[in-house]
């Protein structure tokens, strides 16, 4: 009898997990919820934010102005933890999933406006930004993304905006196989585009996908889109690259800046926001 009693319940505690698991959350019942400051107070703007994963009161964040923040306990308290260490103007910050002690920073912002600051290259810590040693690329200026492969720590890839006052190249995309010791450009659109956002297939690391972005800062006004500007793909983890912005459905005519972004259920269904005078806006594709 009292083994048939703990089958039944265990039956039904299956059956509830199901039954919460498969519930759908209305969004009625968020409309109450607010965006609020969780400090640092005056921290200044950011771009270059990442969680950990499995650990969701653990967040970094680089400010343009400020380094590199750590909160451990879901943003009730921060530490600068790149003082002494770095520039403050920071462009791209990443954990890797395989090791979260190990955290790779790209120095230089990549909100270009009327203010903007240099960075010294990238930087990489393996234990979790307590010491940090330089990592190369120290002429990129404005490294804007970063992204480590899922199961190798030392397999990384860099977009180099490059110097936004003057044609470089020094910009394009950068791949490292160890660690950041050596990199080598896999990805280059002409000396006055460089890459400006940058992510790996979360179903399936050979793929990757990248934007550049042809921009040039003067002291009084800001030139962004035209030759150079495009989305691109890549199939075999980096190393060669095909321009897709080009394919049906894209806008055809002068592109700006470009983000980009894959589903992490779908790997088929990538968007795309794009700057373009007539036709700008959100653009997906279904098919890669």
Request: proline share 3%; glycine share 14%; aromatic share 10%.
């Amino acid at each position: 009898m009292r083994f048939s009693t703990v089958i039944i319940a265990m039956l039904l505690f299956l059956l509830s997990d199901t039954q919460i698991n498969a519930q759908t959350f209305k969004e009625a019942q968020y409309d109450a919820l607010e965006y609020r400051l969780v400090g640092p107070f005056r921290g200044g703007r950011s771009a270059a934010v990442t969680g950990v994963s499995n650990q969701p009161n653990l967040f970094y964040f680089g400010a343009a102005g400020g380094g590199v923040w750590k909160t451990s306990n879901g943003g009730r308290e921060w530490e600068n933890i790149s003082d002494g260490y770095f520039g403050g103007s920071i462009g791209a910050i990443t954990v890797s999933k395989n090791d979260p002690n190990v955290i790779y920073v790209g120095g230089g912002e990549k909100t270009v406006r009327g203010n903007v600051s240099s960075g010294y290259g990238i930087w990489k810590s393996v234990d979790a930004g307590k010491t940090w040693t330089e990592s190369g690329l120290k002429n990129s200026r404005h490294v804007s993304r970063i992204a480590v492969h899922p199961t190798n720590s030392d397999i990384v890839y860099a977009g180099v905006l490059g110097n936004i006052y003057k044609p470089t190249l020094e910009r394009g995309l950068y791949k490292s196989t160890d660690g950041g010791k050596t990199w080598r450009k896999t990805l280059f659109a002409n000396d006055h585009a460089g890459v400006v956002d940058l992510i790996i297939d979360p179903t399936n690391p050979r793929i990757l996908y990248a934007s550049t972005w042809r921009l040039q800062r003067t002291p009084y006004s800001l030139s962004s889109g035209g030759e150079g500007s495009a989305l691109w793909k890549s199939t075999d983890e980096g190393e060669t690259w095909k321009e897709i912005s080009k394919n049906k459905g894209f806008p055809t005519d002068t592109l700006g800046i470009i983000g980009v972004t894959v589903s992490s259920v779908n790997n088929q269904r990538v968007w795309a926001i794009v700057e373009n005078k007539e036709k700008g806006g959100l653009y997906r594709s279904d098919d890669g």
